[in-house]
Nanobody, 127 residues
């Protein structure tokens, strides 16, 4: 069982930066692929960014390419989402997700691919 806890959300002005973290329980987090999704009320959950268990592979939603990066620190069982050049449309609840990776290089972008989710952290970007 893996438990995920996000932190670091908040209010930021457009053009600013924010880093959100996702801390995981369990000693084998390094064998899990991770991803970030976001959701606003009355809209579908949206894929943002993901990283393979090995850390070699990453995938980004087109809307965040060049602005967001994902990284992980296996020693701390933590995955990070660094968000730069934030826009009002980046506002939403951000959720981290994890799943055991079949292959260490696999990257998963579908919400249904993941079976562990955090509780979410709110990011609000003001114009």
């Amino acid at each position: 069982q893996v438990q995920l806890v996000e932190s670091g959300g908040g209010l930021v002005q457009a053009g600013g930066s924010l880093r959100v973290s996702c801390a995981a329980s369990g000693r084998t987090f390094s064998t899990y692929a991770k991803g970030w999704f976001r959701q606003v009320p009355e809209k579908e959950r949206e894929f943002v960014i993901a990283i393979s268990a090995s850390g070699v592979g990453t995938k980004y939603a087109d809307s965040v390419k060049g602005r967001f990066t994902i990284s992980r620190d296996n020693a701390k069982n933590t995955v990070y989402l660094q968000m730069n050049s934030l826009r009002p449309e980046d506002t939403g609840a951000y959720y981290c997700a994890a799943r055991f990776a079949t292959y260490s290089s696999d990257v998963y972008i579908g919400g249904d691919d993941y079976n562990y989710w955090g509780q979410g952290t709110q990011v609000t970007v003001s114009s």
